[in-house]
């Protein structure tokens, strides 16, 4: 039963996307500094789920298996695309904009694990564990 739970799968599917931005978004807070690095982040998650250029379907390929459990890091696109303006040696980091996303990949990391609280409340309380 749990484990035909599309509910689940797409919160934990949405906070493994918002731990993998919160990750681009680290690393180009670390290179802020460095010549010519050009920042980068990852689709939205919508965009990821509604079928981006890989796409993603929540519907189980096997019995058993969850969707999305092969991890989605290897199939979230990075855009660099319209980061805004350069430093003169090449840099497209700014610390401002990256902390502006970190609030946001968090926001939606916090979003997606209440989700997955209160299903998983909603389970024990149909059980009567609640």
Same mark, same amino acid.
């Given at each position: ?5 599309s509910?689940?799968?797409? *919160? &934990?599917? *949405?906070?493994?996307? &918002? &731990? ?5 978004i ?7 500094d460095?010549?010519?690095?050009? &920042?980068?982040?990852v ?14 379907? !929540?519907r189980?390929?096997? =019995?058993?298996?969850? =969707?999305?459990s092969?991890?989605i890091?290897?199939?979230?696109? !990075?855009?660099?695309s319209?980061?805004? *303006? ?12 990256q902390?502006? @996303?970190?609030a946001?990949? @968090?926001r ?6 209440t989700l997955? @609280?209160?299903?998983?409340?909603l389970? @024990? !309380?149909?059980?009567?564990?609640g």
């Amino acid at each position: 039963m749990i484990e035909n739970n599309s509910l689940l799968s797409m *919160a &934990a599917s *949405a906070s493994r996307h &918002a &731990a993998v931005r919160q990750t681009v978004i680290a690393q180009n807070i670390a290179n802020a500094d460095t010549p010519g690095f050009v &920042a980068q982040d990852v689709v939205s998650f919508s965009q990821f789920v509604s079928g981006g250029t890989e796409g993603f379907d !929540i519907r189980h390929t096997r =019995a058993g298996h969850l =969707a999305g459990s092969e991890g989605i890091e290897g199939r979230l696109l !990075i855009d660099s695309s319209a980061q805004g *303006a350069t430093t003169p040696d090449g840099n497209s980091v700014s610390i401002e904009d990256q902390m502006v @996303r970190a609030a946001d990949a @968090r926001r939606q990391h916090d979003l997606a694990l209440t989700l997955y @609280r209160k299903s998983l409340d909603l389970i @024990r !309380i149909g059980l009567g564990r609640g």
